[in-house]
């Protein structure tokens, strides 16, 4: 539909004009169907692309792990697996292995029901895995080492790696553990949580280079072969400090060789213990002996001293005619908690030839590493 329509010009002149109605209806349709065709279109390109890429990143983290078993094999280690799948599609890279497999040249062997680990995409170098079931660890045929067995309700972990591949943070997060075979009998804990280095909680993040740590293991179950002291559980064990050398890569016990030679100590600037009577909370400096057992020393701010030292005598761990002396200097040194109320004794920490003792009092004995 055609309208005159009159309009003077700068000169005060009428000039008449038409304006059809109707194509400036349908040009206001057409372009918005203009934009949101473009869009459709941009957006098309942009999840083609983006598909492009999750499959070239896909198909480099297989060249990487082919990559990695080769360097493995290189140095004498054999990996297997029962299957390999990559998916996560299009967010994450998730790589699923069934029955992963690792054996060495001394024929120890290591395995399990499952093992996964996811990334997103655009932050490859943070890794969440996945281990649930039971993990088994088999020494070399004739060290005279015991298989191990680990099994968990639930397994899992976040590892943080830097651009070369070493590790800078680590949260490890384990429920309904059960331990066969390090010691005679199970070991078992409710949960155990382990916080280290970039991912450590931000409280005692003091800078990048001090590989601070937090861990938490809760309602321990010892074995009863061992007789324990101070009853069949503990209940807290809890401690927050740092590293002041890194782990070095490799084998547990190679590992643990290396960090002893550099002189690596493990500083624990709190350190709470839970256990029957005793209620400890203290801190102290830890070392590795030449048996890798653990050795240092320490002060520590003691509830329940008396009750401790009674189950000792009844365990016949302490001499029944030393007792009433330790019951005596402990109250003549005791004092009042201002928060709990309860009467705590000072007393300096040590762990010394395969024995941890609490003052002059022999507690338990410190079992080498490996």
Do not use: C
Not at 39 to 61: K, P
Not at 102 to 128: C, F, H, N, T, Y
Not at 159 to 187: C, N, W, Y
């Amino acid at each position: 539909m055609a309208v005159m329509l009159t309009r003077r010009d700068g000169n005060g002149k009428a000039r008449t004009f038409t304006r059809d109605l109707a194509y400036r209806a349908r040009a206001h349709k057409i372009a918005p169907m203009r934009l949101t065709y473009r869009l459709l279109l941009a957006l098309a390109v942009l999840a083609l692309l983006w598909s492009g890429f999750w499959f070239w990143s896909a198909q480099r983290l297989e060249s990487e792990v082919d990559a990695w078993i080769a360097r493995q094999e290189a140095e004498g280690r054999v990996i297997e697996t029962a299957s390999r799948t990559i998916s996560g599609f299009p967010l994450h890279l998730r790589l699923q292995a069934e029955g992963p497999r690792i054996s060495d040249a001394q024929g120890a062997r290591w395995e399990a029901p499952a093992l996964s680990g996811e990334a997103a995409v655009w932050a490859p170098q943070k890794l969440r895995l996945s281990f649930p079931g039971t993990q088994r660890f088999h020494p070399p045929p004739d060290s005279g080492l015991p298989r191990i067995e680990l099994a968990t309700a639930e397994g899992r972990a976040t590892v943080s790696l830097t651009r070369d591949g070493q590790v800078e943070g680590l949260q490890l997060r384990l429920k309904g553990l059960a331990l066969v075979g390090l010691f005679e009998g199970s070991l078992a804990a409710d949960s155990v949580t382990l916080d280290y280095g970039s991912l450590a909680p931000e409280s005692i993040r003091e800078d990048a280079e001090n590989r601070p740590f937090h861990a938490r293991l809760e309602a321990l179950e010892l074995p009863s072969a061992s007789d324990p002291p101070l009853g069949q559980q503990v209940q807290l064990v809890e401690a927050t400090g740092h590293l002041s050398e890194p782990l070095p890569p490799g084998p547990p016990e190679q590992a643990a060789r290396q960090w002893r030679e550099a002189g690596g100590t493990l500083e624990l600037e709190e350190l709470t213990l839970t256990w029957g009577p005793l209620d400890l909370r203290g801190a102290a400096t830890l070392a590795l002996d030449s048996q890798f057992r653990p050795e240092g020393a320490g002060t520590a701010r003691v509830a329940g001293l008396e009750q401790t030292i009674d189950r000792l005598v009844e365990k016949d761990i302490l001499d029944d005619g030393l007792a009433p002396i330790l019951k005596a200097g402990a109250q003549a040194a005791s004092q009042t908690d201002g928060e709990s109320g309860r009467s705590v004794v000072e007393l300096p920490l040590s762990a010394q030839d395969g024995m941890f003792h609490l003052g002059p009092v022999p507690l338990f004995p410190l079992s080498p590493l490996f």
